[in-house]
């Protein structure tokens, strides 16, 4: 009898557990984190990568006005509160664009100064260094998976890829058209998302070739965000672009599924907007969409005809669940967003800008947990 009490107890007690973690994930919401007091008006973040709950980094501009050109940003997250860092070299002004790491104790960040120069940064596990560039290419952006650390970037008159090779950068093949964005698995899997004049393309490389799809072929769609859960179920994101229209309209948010035999469009729930970035669930499978500016279609007859929509969609396997952007004291919406999951929890971070006054922007940094 003892024996029967304690383990209806302990079912009791699972099952209670279960239902409290459910709600609680049901319950989870998107808060407003700040940047650190000495980052000034006019300043951005572009990009973040999260370890875990305690450790992340994220990089931006700081100080951009009419007469100055700014100067780069780069945060550490403690796990209570976001610190800026010192950098590298010799106080230059511009921008760091992107962050990647493809370990804990290794970092990258590239960024651009005023006069036009490439900047890329390292991180060893203790302290950020500058590093030499690849000879002749500009680094826009550098991306981290599968072990492996990848650079987009530009030379006069045509895209660039750099794969990082021991202790050097390799040159790689370009697929046709632009490329904006990678999910790089291995050497040999390799996706990126981009456009040609046939409208929006995603690309995979099996370590020899690429092989490009027309994912959206309409005049001036773009993917600019792509995510490989695996061969047969892969995502990409962007807007689906158009030609002509009443004046003023926005542009419609393009997401798109392969089912490991053709590209479907997915139905979002929110009609304008861009498909900024896509990050995935602690399982693996996609978790989330962040659309930049995104509007819905208004009641009829309402005037403005549009209305605010979903910020962020949360993906559950089946369908998705909008979120708002938490409303921010002196500040718009955000005008960019860029998501970063956070390692083995269900936490993501958003980073990116926000309409201030007096058309102005702001620093944004959203959490859900």
Do not use: C
């Not at 008159?157 to 046709?176: H, I, K, T």
């Not at 995510?227 to 962007?238: C, I, K, L, N, R």
């Not at 926005?250 to 479907?264: E, H």
């Not at 309409?355 to 959490?367: H, S, V, Y």
């Amino acid at each position: 009898m003892a024996r029967r009490l304690l383990v209806a107890a302990l079912a009791v007690a699972m099952t209670l557990v279960t239902v409290l973690s459910s709600a609680a994930a049901e319950t989870g919401a998107w808060r407003h984190v700040p940047v650190p007091a000495q980052v000034r008006p006019q300043a951005g973040v572009n990009e973040a990568v999260a370890f875990g709950p305690d450790r992340a980094w994220a990089v931006g501009t700081d100080a951009v006005g009419r007469e100055a050109p700014g100067f780069p940003l780069l945060l550490r997250w403690d796990g209570t509160a976001w610190q800026r860092q010192k950098l590298p070299g010799d106080g230059w002004q511009g921008e760091l664009l992107s962050v990647a790491a493809p370990s804990p104790t290794e970092a990258w960040a590239v960024g651009r100064d005023t006069a036009g120069g490439a900047r890329l940064l390292r991180f060893d596990g203790k302290t950020w260094r500058e590093s030499r560039a690849p000879r002749d290419v500009t680094p826009t952006k550098v991306v981290a998976g599968g072990g492996e650390t990848w650079l987009i970037g530009s030379r006069p008159g045509a895209q660039a890829l750099l794969r990082r090779d021991g202790s050097g950068w390799q040159e790689m093949p370009v697929p046709p058209g632009s490329v904006y964005g990678l999910h790089v698995k291995a050497a040999d899997d390799v996706w990126a998302a981009g456009d040609t004049h046939t409208g929006a393309a995603v690309s995979h490389w099996d370590g020899k070739t690429w092989e490009q799809t027309t994912v959206f072929g309409f005049p001036r769609a773009a993917v600019g965000s792509v995510y490989a859960v695996s061969d047969t179920e892969v995502w990409a994101g962007g807007t689906a672009g158009f030609v002509g229209g009443p004046v003023g309209k926005p542009i419609p948010p393009l997401l798109v599924r392969f089912d490991g035999q053709a590209w479907n469009r997915v139905t979002v729930p929110t009609d304008f907007g861009s498909v900024t970035s896509l990050a995935p669930a602690p399982s693996g499978e996609l978790g989330w969409v962040s659309v930049a500016r995104s509007q819905k279609y208004g009641p009829p007859g309402s005037w403005p005809p549009f209305v605010s929509g979903p910020d962020f969609l949360a993906w559950d396997g089946q369908s998705f669940t909008g979120y708002d952007e938490p409303t921010v004291a002196g500040e718009g919406e955000s005008q960019r967003m860029q998501l970063a999951p956070v390692p083995g929890t269900g936490s993501v971070w958003s980073v990116g800008r926000a309409a201030g006054p007096e058309n102005t922007f702001a620093p944004r940094i959203l959490r859900f947990d």
